[in-house]
């Protein structure tokens, strides 16, 4: 079953959620209604919780997972995404915050602590190192990741619009009969 119970928690999923049934979900994940898990990605939840807003897709091969509390970091880090918010195929979230409409390209890794504010785009392949904080409206890219501009009108308009695209896509696969 993709679906797991980890030391008597069992993942909470909102309202029409779409968990494509070759992803894997462990223990303290709430994904919020009209979110979607797609296929091969993992959100392990074992060691700290896991909190995904509404209107998010995790993309097929993602791997998501926490920082646990212990000697060297008493609280450890939560894993935090918000709102419609895309993160692209085979991206590592690992104990960071990722605000609200954001796009994290395929094949990112964002460490430790980072913190990713509202309406960011992050380049494919890009590196989001432990504790680094990327500002609300702009374009980064590179490993370790740069700021490279501010983002235009459109592109803020595109993190609704991806968002919207994949609320519809999963509703499709729910619509052909897919059960969770």
Same mark, same amino acid.
């Given at each position: ?47 700290? =919780? %896991?909190?995904? /807003?509404?209107?998010?897709? +995790?993309? $097929? &091969?993602? *791997? ?36 609200? =409409? %954001?796009?994290? /390209?395929?094949?990112?890794? +964002?460490? $430790? &602590?980072? *913190?990713?504010?509202?309406?960011v785009m992050i380049g494919a392949g890009s590196l989001v190192p432990p504790g680094k904080r990327l500002e ?30 994949? *609320? ?13």
């Amino acid at each position: 079953m993709a679906i797991r119970t980890y030391q008597n928690i069992t993942p909470q999923l909102g309202e029409r959620v779409f968990v494509d049934n070759t992803a894997v979900l462990i223990g303290d994940i709430q994904l919020g209604a009209d979110s979607s898990v797609w296929a091969q990605a993992v959100i392990r939840a074992d060691m700290h =919780r %896991i909190r995904i /807003g509404a209107r998010t897709s +995790i993309q $097929d &091969g993602c *791997v998501l997972h926490i920082t646990h509390p212990g000697p060297y970091n008493p609280e450890g880090f939560p894993l935090i995404v918000g709102d419609e918010v895309t993160v692209g195929h085979k991206v590592c979230l690992h104990g960071c915050t990722l605000g609200n =409409r %954001i796009l994290v /390209g395929m094949g990112s890794i +964002i460490m $430790d &602590g980072a *913190v990713v504010e509202d309406e960011v785009m992050i380049g494919a392949g890009s590196l989001v190192p432990p504790g680094k904080r990327l500002e609300r409206g702009h374009l980064y890219v590179g490993s370790p990741v740069k700021q490279v501009r501010a983002l235009t009108e459109q592109e803020k308009a595109y993190f609704s619009y991806t968002a919207g695209n994949y *609320v519809k896509l999963k509703d499709q696969h729910l619509g052909e009969g897919y059960d969770r």
